[in-house]
């Protein structure tokens, strides 16, 4: 059984600019769930994935969008990036009936200059 | 005023001591609850996860739950260096999509 993978798990983006961050999730899980981790904070819920809808977001601006695949990798996107997204970009994935039991990879650390 | 709240730390105790950390939250909709530890450099990991009020107990480790109070705990028994972690708790309301709420996680450091 492989666990969540991430990548790429450094990247240096310039204000303005676009980001992908890409996610396999557990094999057999069907929900993929983002956070942002800010340094020294807990991570904050951006958006969830359940059979490739978005059926759940937090307070983050459209910029912020989204994508599952069938496989139930995924993609997180930011358009327009600004100063305050850097952070720690953490996937997770789960079955939507394990509430709370969420599977986390490792993160995709995104400085924004 | 954040939904949970969570003593940052650091805490630091020796070898052996038992810790003791706490979350307070303001909202009662909350009513699954767990407690991830996160390593550094590491993604968060589930350690305990309880619906109810009361102790759930695996191992070292007691998750208590007290809803009318609006307080979570989780103790660990014989600390040990590799506990040496940030400890978040969080939760998520009743009903939707599992939108988990995170404290802001403590950081402990066990001493040899």
């Known amino acids: 059984e492989t666990g969540v993978t991430q990548s790429p798990t450094h990247l240096i983006k310039t204000r303005g600019q676009q980001v992908t961050l890409r996610c396999s999730s557990q094999?057999?899980?069907?929900?993929v769930s983002w956070y942002q981790q800010a340094l020294g904070q807990g991570p904050q819920f951006i958006f969830q994935y359940y059979r490739e809808e978005e059926n759940g977001r937090g307070n983050f601006p459209p910029r912020f969008s989204g994508l599952q695949f069938p496989n139930y990798s995924s993609e997180l996107n930011v358009n327009a990036l600004e100063l305050d997204d850097s952070a720690l970009y953490l996937c997770?994935?789960?079955?939507?009936?394990?509430?709370?039991?969420?599977?986390f990879g490792e993160g995709s650390r995104l400085t924004v200059l | 005023q954040k939904e949970v709240e969570q003593d940052p730390g650091p805490l630091s105790v020796p070898e052996g001591a038992i810790v003791s950390l706490n979350c307070t939250y303001s909202n009662s909709a909350f009513q699954y609850f767990m407690w991830y530890r996160q390593y550094s450099r590491k993604g968060p990991e589930l350690l305990m996860y309880?619906?109810?009020?009361g102790n759930k107990e695996d191992g070292r480790f007691t998750a208590q739950v007290d809803k009318s109070s609006k307080y979570i705990s989780l103790f660990i028994r014989d600390s040990q260096p590799s506990d040496s972690a940030t400890y978040l708790c969080a939760m998520i309301k009743s009903g939707g999509y599992q939108k988990v709420t995170f404290g802001t996680g403590t950081k402990l450091q066990v001493i040899p």
């Open positions: 309880t619906y109810s009020s």
């Open positions: 997770a994935s789960s079955l939507v009936q394990d509430i709370g039991e969420l599977f």
């Open positions: 094999s057999g899980h069907n929900t």
